[in-house]
């Protein structure tokens, strides 16, 4: 359907009666019975579902190991950890990505190098990472940008030249593909996010897959306490366990409540990327003749997971920054996210690493006009449109 000729409007009347909340996740009668089975099964610390989820989610992503967690943050941690970061040691992660991919290095000891992104795809620019490579470097983590596949075949060049792990974030990218190969198996490690806003939702909670079975023993470990034997064990009809605490680990453990929702969740997360891409596409075509720039169709040989809309705004033809536009949104009652500022971009960043603006010029450039939209499978067809005649109104508001 093409869309009217674009008008402007008032910007401060509310476009409908209720405020669509950025990222809310879709919750359904599955997951309430699951969630209100566990609670009555009195099994809600670490148990049967989440062996169940990590089952799930292993086959579902087609690797050998998937050791659930309570965040991505602590599966990224995990991952510095078992891939041996030693203090001192440099990882090259994009400027354009959330603060847990960077401050994951840190907690493990290491040192974050951030790294410029490409402005089309918003993922890693491997000759970027290149130049960065020192002595020091002991990793990257690629993120799959808002579900798009980073050029896994030019960074897996320039880690192998130089030696380096490969550790993908893909907090984005559940259902990402790569040349056939789901994200998660394509370099050592894998970590995926379950939080709220996520393609596949446990409130909190996260993953990590590998194809090495001692890297997924050692993050099973690290991931409570550090002990041999999975507490549900310790505490099972089977009687108790003595365990062995190997080496000092973490209160990072997923529990059944939570694996309760991923495991209904999960077996949505077909259908529910069918109903994302009938949105994406119905906003690529109302968006089109805008002061924007729309996200680039997917690379060949790819599946995109479409987490996050992205629109970059042309703010040299529109009188007014992202933000009075995201701010002119929310006052009609649509709420956006920004995705993100730029790392060197944040104080700690900048006082402890010396970063200054200008140091990242892509991801600085982004950070100016990105301006993520709802996209999300419980989206009706009317709130498709409250977005889209929103966006329109604005923008045709602040054209120059
Ligand atoms: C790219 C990226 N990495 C890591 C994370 C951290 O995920 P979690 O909140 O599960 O720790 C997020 C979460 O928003 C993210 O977007």
Redo the contacts with the bound molecule.
Sequence with gaps: MRCAQITAGPIDAPVRATYLVFGSPQLLEPEIEEVVATLRSCWIGTGPRVAAFEKAFRDYVGTNHAVAVS????A?HLAMVAIGLKPGDEVIVPAM??A??ANAVIHAGGRPVLADVDRRTMCLDAEDVARRVTPRTRAIIP?HFAGRPCDMDALGGVAGRHGLKIIE?C??AIETLYGGRHAGTLGDIGTF???VTKNVVTG???MATTADPAWAARIKTLALHGMSADAWKRFSDEGFKHYEVVEPGFKYNMMDLQAALGLQQLRRVEPNLVRREAIWRRYDEAFEELPVFLPPPEEKSTRHARHLYTLLLDIDRLRARRDEVLMALHRQNIGTGVHYRSLHLHRYYKETFGYAPGDLPNAEWISDRTLSLPLSPKLTDDDVEDVIFAVRRTLAHFAR
């Design positions: 965040s991505c943050t602590a990224l990505t959330f847990a991919t993120v974030d907090a984005h996010s379950f939080y909190e909670g996260g």
